[in-house]
């Protein structure tokens, strides 16, 4: 089964955010690099998918991962990190960006509930103020310890 069509560019996202409304879906967002994909990504992504009908993620352009992680990442392009998370039943769209915090997709998508790992504090996530600004929730969610790209990459170089 082809899933490729859950990815989208931002006018596109917007147009299928929109359908969803008028349906009276609740959109959830969530955002990161996904560079390889792991178990922690999965159990991340399927609780995120529980606090509404629709998730959308946004994904770190390579530049943009780049420029957050250093020169050795990503370790898969832009296009094949979304096309695996197309792949997987919980998400509905991914969308690709540039720059390096997803503030201006958040912003323009207006997610019902914006997830994010527990790892981070209600201040340091990026849209939180703003979603919760326009009536939309905040929502932390518990990771897998033990399961991150780092750790795994790093297993791998010793």
Wanted: proline fraction near 3%.
């Amino acid at each position: 089964m082809d899933t490729s069509y859950k990815t989208a560019d931002l006018a596109q996202a917007i147009r299928q955010v929109n359908t969803w409304r008028l349906k009276s879906d609740c959109v959830v967002f969530t955002n990161g690099c996904f560079d390889l994909l792991h178990a922690g990504h999965v159990t991340y992504l399927e609780a995120a998918a529980g606090y509404g009908q629709r998730l959308v993620v946004g994904i770190n352009s390579d530049a943009s991962v780049r420029r957050l992680k250093g020169p050795a990442r990503p370790i898969q392009e832009a296009a094949h990190r979304a096309r695996v998370l197309a792949a997987l039943a919980c998400v509905d769209a991914v969308v690709i960006f540039e720059e390096d915090t997803p503030l201006h997709l958040i912003t323009t998508l207006r997610p019902d509930v914006l997830a994010k790992g527990a790892d981070y504090t209600l201040e340091q996530i990026v849209g939180a103020q703003e979603v919760m600004a326009y009536g939309g929730r905040v929502e932390r969610i518990p990771l897998v310890q033990g399961q991150s790209t780092t750790s795994i990459v790093s297993r791998m170089q010793s």
